[in-house]
């Protein structure tokens, strides 16, 4: 109930840019699923821009039209959602797919 009220909170005044963090974290699936649909009809019906940060690849799926991925600080990859599984990109690729190997470590300090 939070996540509706703050999505309603958010485009109340109507914005021409709405930004999300994580909007389904400590959702569970069904949840989830609920507030990336609110998102996605409201902010049609609203016309607006949104930037969302998210690790939730479900709702990137859901909600995004284009998608960049950030990896310590610089744009790794930018491409249209439908791409993001066949991106070509390393990085995209073991955190879309939830790899432990690959280019980024799961160490502190390395790579």
Same mark, same amino acid.
């Given at each position: 109930?939070?996540?509706?009220?703050?999505? &309603?909170?958010? =485009?109340? !005044?109507?914005?021409?840019?709405?930004?999300? #963090?994580?909007?389904? $974290?400590? %959702?569970?699936?069904?949840? &989830?699923?609920? =507030?990336? !649909?609110?998102?996605?009809?409201?902010?049609? #019906?609203?016309?607006? $821009?949104? %930037?969302?940060?998210?690790?939730?690849?479900?709702?990137?799926?859901?909600?995004?039209?284009?998608?960049?991925?950030?990896?310590?600080?610089e744009i790794v990859w930018d491409?249209?959602?439908?791409?993001?599984?066949?991106?070509?990109?390393?990085?995209?690729?073991?955190?879309?797919?939830?790899?432990?190997?690959?280019?980024?470590?799961?160490?502190?300090?390395?790579?």
């Amino acid at each position: 109930m939070q996540k509706r009220v703050g999505l &309603a909170r958010a =485009i109340a !005044a109507k914005p021409e840019i709405v930004f999300f #963090d994580e909007p389904t $974290t400590g %959702l569970d699936p069904i949840m &989830a699923d609920v =507030i990336n !649909a609110l998102i996605v009809e409201r902010v049609r #019906d609203l016309g607006a $821009t949104t %930037l969302s940060i998210t690790h939730d690849m479900g709702s990137v799926r859901k909600i995004a039209d284009r998608v960049a991925m950030l990896h310590q600080g610089e744009i790794v990859w930018d491409g249209p959602r439908a791409q993001i599984d066949a991106s070509g990109n390393a990085y995209v690729d073991q955190f879309v797919h939830g790899k432990a190997e690959g280019p980024i470590s799961t160490l502190t300090g390395r790579r």
